[in-house]
């Protein structure tokens, strides 16, 4: 695949000052994360995850959606980062050598990312491995575990719930200022491996072009934005990141 390359395209990801990357649900998938909407199993198969994911699912059972995050976040402690997680850690890497910018911004809230060593990384749904009060918003490090989940807040005495951002929720202001001020300044914009619908995100690549960057996508499946990019690669990031870095 090496060999498959663009020649202006590789110049782009040399020359490039500014690039930004957006990921999504699907580089989580090829390292064996369910999608949030892929059907529930065993006992949570009656609940559709939008009816677990709000404030009000919530406050009305604060114990049904405390267990359900664990059932999720015991999921995700089994996966490890992907080749495509690790070749973007690497990527990061490269510009950072030669003095480029390089913004990780992603959907997810697996961490990733994180555990394959990028650096510059905004979460703007949140962390599902953090954990934060429902009531005084404050972060929890470590907790002692109620004999009734969800446990107590420290500070304050509310209920602890996961550092996510649910259904009726803003985004992160900082996460999400930063997304945007960071396409607006790109030169190359990857999205790899989101669908393209889901706001604000969906908004990032095409304020990008919007902005006169170099916009590529890799996505094995076709979205809204695919007709619009400057490349489009249909492929895994987990076979074309490494090549694409083998490539360069």
């Not at 005084?136 to 420290?154: H, L």
């Amino acid at each position: 695949m090496r060999n498959e390359f663009p020649a202006d395209f590789l110049k782009r990801i040399r020359t490039s000052q500014h690039l930004t990357v957006l990921t999504g649900a699907g580089i989580s998938a090829e390292s064996g994360v369910p999608t949030f909407r892929e059907a529930q199993t065993g006992m949570w198969e009656k609940y559709r995850p939008e009816e677990l994911a709000t404030p009000h699912a919530f406050r009305a059972d604060p114990e049904k959606v405390w267990k359900w995050y664990q059932w999720r976040r015991e999921l995700i402690a089994n996966v490890s980062p992907n080749p495509g997680h690790t070749a973007l850690a690497d990527l990061e890497a490269r510009y950072q050598q030669r003095g480029a910018t390089f913004t990780l911004v992603t959907q997810n809230v697996d961490g990733l990312h994180h555990q394959a060593g990028s650096q510059t990384v905004i979460e703007l749904h949140g962390n599902i491995t953090r954990t934060k009060c429902f009531q005084c918003q404050k972060p929890v490090r470590t907790w002692k575990e109620a004999k009734t989940p969800p446990p107590a807040c420290q500070h304050c005495g509310g209920l602890l719930r996961p550092d996510v951002v649910w259904f009726g929720e803003n985004l992160p202001p900082d996460a999400l200022e930063a997304s945007l001020s960071a396409a607006k300044k790109s030169d190359l914009f990857l999205s790899i491996g989101t669908s393209a619908i889901v706001q604000p995100a969906a908004s990032l690549p095409k304020i990008a072009l919007n902005n006169g960057a170099t916009v590529v996508e890799i996505n094995p499946n076709p979205t809204p934005l695919s007709d619009l990019v400057d490349y489009r690669f249909q492929v895994q990031a987990g076979k074309l990141l490494p090549a694409l870095m083998a490539a360069l």
